[in-house]
């Protein structure tokens, strides 16, 4: 298997394989067509407003990683796509992803998770979005210091143990055990244009 490439469970053979650097399938989002008006004033103020209302595939992939605290379940869930760590096969599977000051994360219960393994072997891989916009977006796995896994997993765990989150866990989960067991990885995507946003909407600034 060629080291850019990856075979998605979707295709076989040459018809599922695509380039790892793939960044983006989707369509531009804007407002719906709506028919004519009569009055020639009120079309082209139809047309103005559609115009300041059209929001990019950018614009779409910026506010699906613009995840925070109050963001619900949905807006967590994402695929990943890993290559396996003895294999070498993708591997695509649906994960929660979080961010915390500014930079993304992975994360899971206490335990081993063979895409935690997957991304110790082979650290690229691609970030499927599917809440508000589909878009594959390459990133690389990076490991996390003990400050960062901390402050990481305190947030998670904020967010575990909310009431409409917390039911859908068989018991309540407990930092100790989190910080000893849980894997855990930063998610720097390729696109420093995301990286930079996401910072800059961070630290309360207007991104350029």
């Known amino acids: ?6 075979t998605t469970k979707q295709g076989a053979g040459n ?3 695509r380039p790892l650097t793939e960044r983006i399938q989707g369509e531009k989002y804007g407002v719906p067509h ?14 103005r407003r559609a115009a300041d209302e059209t929001v990019t595939v950018d614009d779409a992939i910026a506010r699906a990683l613009d995840i ?8 967590h869930t994402i695929d990943i796509t890993t290559l396996g760590r003895r294999s070498g096969i993708p591997r695509r599977i649906e994960v929660w992803f979080h961010r ?15 895409w935690y393994a997957n991304l110790r072997a082979h650290p ?18 990076a490991p996390v210091d003990e400050p960062t896994r901390r402050r990481v997993i305190t947030a998670v765990l904020d967010l575990q143990n909310r009431p409409e ?12 055990n989190w910080l000893a067991r849980s894997p855990l990885v930063e998610i720097v995507f390729d696109d420093e244009q995301l990286r930079t946003a996401s910072s800059a909407r ?7």
Do not use: C
């Open 68 to 75: 925070g605290p109050d963001s619900s379940a949905a807006e």
């Open 34 to 47: 709506v028919g004519p008006y009569r009055n020639r004033g009120g079309r082209r103020a139809l047309r």
């Open 15 to 17: 018809e599922g394989r």
């Open 100 to 114: 915390v000051d500014g930079r993304w994360y992975l994360t899971g219960v206490p335990g081993p998770r063979s």
């Open 124 to 141: 690229r891989f691609i970030v499927h979005l599917k809440h508000g916009v589909t878009a594959d977006l390459p990133a690389t796995a």
């Open 165 to 176: 989150i917390a039911v859908r866990v068989s018991q309540r989960q407990h930092l100790d």
């Open 202 to 208: 961070s630290d309360g600034r207007k991104p350029k």
């Open 1 to 6: 298997m060629d080291s850019g490439t990856v």
